[in-house]
Structures are given as C-alpha cells and as structure tokens.
C-alpha cells in the first residue's frame, strides 16, 4: 500500500511539470511544413509577370481581431522557370532577392525596415521587415528560395507589438521536406 501511494505522489508530482498540449495546427505539403495557430485558409491564383504565368500558392490565417498578437500569418509559395532562376546560380541571387524585396515593399507602398541574408539547410533566403502605412503595422518576411521555388512566410503585427512569441513560432517553425 505504502509503494502505491508513493506511485500516486510521484504521479501527481509529474504531471505538474507536463506541458499541456497546444492548439497550432501544422500545415504540410510534399514541400514544407509550418505551424499556423490555427487551420490556414488556402487558396491560389495565377500571377501575370515579366516572366509569364506564375501560379502562387498562398496559405493565410487571419486570427480575430484582439485574440492574437498578429494581424496575419501567411505562407506564399511560387515556381520559377528552372531556366530562369535556380538556388545553385550564385550570380544572380543578389538581383533576384533585391527584386522580390523591392517588389513587397513597393506591392503595399511600405517602407524597408530591415534586411539580412539567411539560410536553411544550406538554401540561400532573405529576413527582411517593412513599415506598413506610416507606422500602422510591421510586416515581418522570410523568403527562401529551394531550387526554383520561392517560400515567402510573412506575418503582420502593431508595431508595439512585433517582438511577439506567436511571430517567432511561426517563423521558426518552416522546415523543408527532403
């Protein structure tokens, strides 16, 4: 009797240490996955380009308003021409994150923040932050290209807000398939 009550002390003592199972909902393709607070809407559109049709997959949540730290959490994911553009050609990296850079921030007529060269598992990307309509919000972007696919994560958050651990999560939380 004395063996269980210590099993049920012992018990009882643990499970205040358990941490209780969160509700973010993980995302996945044959691509990626990503952990979104709740289940993405996802949609796709075809983009007309310089280039041609380019077909955009986008993956959004937009949590109520006053329930999360964010505005928006969105995955965007887009093929190039293997032709055109590629991880493995160095030369033109440069000028194509410099393009699709200038080309976010001019879509929502923001501001660059912020800018640095990252990587994962070896696939060149870009962190990148703009000012949104003059202070009204901050929109948070990490773009990786993979080969001759494009990942753009964004999330949108009040500035007195960005630093935020929802963000983080959800940035972080993007890993490739091999």
């Not at 209780?20 to 289940?39: A, M, N, R, V």
């Not at 796709?44 to 329930?67: F, H, N, R, W």
């Not at 202070?135 to 007195?160: C, E, H, S, Y």
Request: aromatic share 12%; glycine share 4%; proline share 4%.
């Amino acid at each position: 009797m004395k063996n269980l009550a210590s099993i049920f002390v012992f018990t009882i003592l643990c499970s205040a240490f358990v941490i209780p199972q969160d509700s973010w909902y993980s995302y996945s393709t044959k691509d990626f996955s990503i952990d979104f607070p709740k289940k993405p809407d996802t949609s796709s559109q075809t983009v007309k380009s310089e280039i041609g049709d380019l077909l955009m997959e986008i993956c959004m949540y937009e949590p109520a308003k006053d329930i999360d730290q964010n505005f928006v959490y969105g995955i965007i994911t887009t093929s190039y021409p293997d032709s055109l553009i590629h991880s493995d050609k160095k030369e033109l990296l440069t000028g194509f994150f410099r393009n699709a850079i200038d080309g976010a921030v001019k879509n929502v007529q923001g501001k660059l923040l912020s800018e640095k060269e990252i990587t994962m598992d070896g696939y060149p990307g870009r962190e990148f932050r703009i000012d949104f309509q003059h202070g009204l919000a901050v929109i948070k972007m990490r773009a990786f290209l993979v080969k001759n696919k494009m990942f753009f994560m964004q999330t949108i958050t009040d500035p007195a807000k960005e630093l935020n651990a929802p963000a983080e999560r959800f940035h972080h939380s993007f890993h490739l398939k091999h």
